[in-house]
């Protein structure tokens, strides 16, 4: 049997911070939201009026979209602040654009503290806490560090050596497979066999 989305309040013209605009209808899921929370909110949001402005030549214009529901049924509203943008009437520019919410919409800057908040919290909140306190970048290196790449089947160690110099530049390479190439020209293998500089194994072709 199809279960129907439930309206719980219509759509009604509504001010926030004094910007005028409208919250289109409070819609709740019918039971088959996310597993966490089949019944949250499916829809809930709030669209400003639209503003106007020249740059140049070109006529722009911009409207803020506020939400605070589960569209994407994650099992807990979040709250977001969005841009829709307009260059001579065309649809060409928008999202997070907060810097635009800023000038254009003074009024709503003390909502952008709380863009991608959820009912649980900020999202990512403790990875993005540990990620920003610590000195590691996202791959776990620190500065100067330079990562190691493993071949995903041997484990062993890849690398790739260049010789550069006067009108000369010879690559070797181990692709961490039990084969590794003694110096040819660049983008080629001699097939001299090399014995790994690792220590891993004997070259060959």
Known sequence: MTKFSTIIRQETARTILGVPGRAHNVVIWPGN???KAPEELANQQWVSETRRWTEGRDRLSMRV??????NCRNGHPSFGMTVDGFTNGRA????AAHDAIREH???LTPLLRWHLCSTDGPLHY?????YHA?????NGLRAGEVRQIRNGKSGLLCWRLVMRG??????????G???CSAPGRAGRRSGTPLACPAGRHAGGR
């Open 92 to 95: 060409d520019w928008g999202g």
């Open 105 to 107: 919409f003074p009024e």
């Open 126 to 130: 403790i990875a993005n806490t540990c």
């Open 134 to 138: 610590g000195d590691r970048d996202h």
């Open 33 to 35: 939201g996310s597993a």
């Open 65 to 70: 979209t506020i939400r605070h529901d589960d």
């Open 166 to 175: 006067p009108g000369v530049r010879r690559v070797a390479r181990c692709n």
């Open 177 to 179: 497979r039990g084969t």
